[in-house]
């Protein structure tokens, strides 16, 4: 039974957690990328072009699990490209410190703009792209992400007008859907009263049979997979601008390194 227990309490972690943490890593690092890519002046433009639509979005993904979880929201502020902090929007919210349940939605308040800003990305999918029925989220992780991958970047897709519109809306989501620290400190804080709640669930139930933690672990195996089929296409998104702006950097750095020999007076040809 003791094996069973810590077993089945590892991978409901995992899946339950684990993924969605490096899955938000990974997002964080895209955007980290693509904006260097970008350059500075560059990089701030088109962050705050795009924060028009994904800072909102962003901070509704806090406000969301804030009402769900009952928290006090003190203050939103849903866009400010002019703020002198650099922030472009925050949510302040309070809550009572020995309510397990206030607890408990740090953590998905912290995570709100992955979880809400996934959700929305697939929402716009099914309104403005004919073949989102065809997506599947059966198989496992890999074959999710691949059937993903088909299904938005269809050739026929290229033609369509509310296609396009789909892809700049949900780049300006993903963009902004990378968490602050104090986001992650947030969920951390709700992290460790989730982690005493599983281990207690899963205690009772191998008591009673372990068949039913066993049971728990595959629909945390359920959940999680949906849950990378769903942000499996910020990620996407966000892996085709970064190689877009990757080989536009190597173009443009090949371009100035030939014009700055050109205007070299040291350098000769033959």
């Known amino acids: ?48 072009s795009t924060g028009i639509v994904g800072v909102p979005i962003h901070e509704f993904g ?26 472009l929007g925050v949510v ?24 809400f800003g996934s959700a929305v990305i697939i929402g716009l999918m099914y309104l403005l792209m004919p073949n989102a029925g065809q997506m599947s989220f059966t198989g496992g992780y890999f074959a999710s992400v691949w059937n993903t991958f088909l299904v938005i970047f269809h050739l026929s897709n290229f033609a369509k007008l509310t296609w396009w519109l ?25 992290l460790l009263y989730i982690t005493i709640i599983v281990f207690v669930m899963n205690l009772v139930l ?19 997979v949906s849950v990378v089929s769903f942000m499996a296409i910020a990620i996407l998104l966000l892996t085709v601008l970064v190689l877009i702006s990757l080989i536009s950097h ?13 205007l070299d007076p040291s350098t000769s040809s033959g």
């Open 1 to 48: 039974m003791i094996a069973a227990l810590f077993e089945n309490f590892a991978l409901q972690l995992l899946y339950f957690v684990g993924i969605i943490s490096v899955l938000g890593l990974l997002i964080w690092r895209l955007n980290k990328t693509l904006f260097k890519l970008l350059g500075y002046k560059h990089g701030k433009r088109v962050f705050l």
């Open 62 to 87: 806090h406000v969301f699990f804030c009402v769900f979880f009952a928290h006090k929201i003190k203050e939103v502020k849903w866009f400010t490209p002019n703020s002198t902090d650099g922030t």
């Open 92 to 115: 302040r919210h309070t809550y009572n410190k020995k309510n397990i349940y206030h607890q408990i939605g740090n953590f998905f308040i912290g995570l709100g703009p992955l979880l």
């Open 166 to 190: 789909f892809i700049i809306l949900a780049c300006s989501i993903a963009m902004h859907m990378d968490l602050s620290w104090e986001d992650v400190k947030g969920s951390l804080r709700g």
């Open 206 to 224: 191998c008591l009673i049979n372990t068949s039913w933690a066993r049971a728990v672990t595959g629909a945390c195996l359920w959940l999680s």
């Open 250 to 262: 190597v173009i443009r750095q090949k371009f100035s390194r030939r014009k700055r020999q050109s």
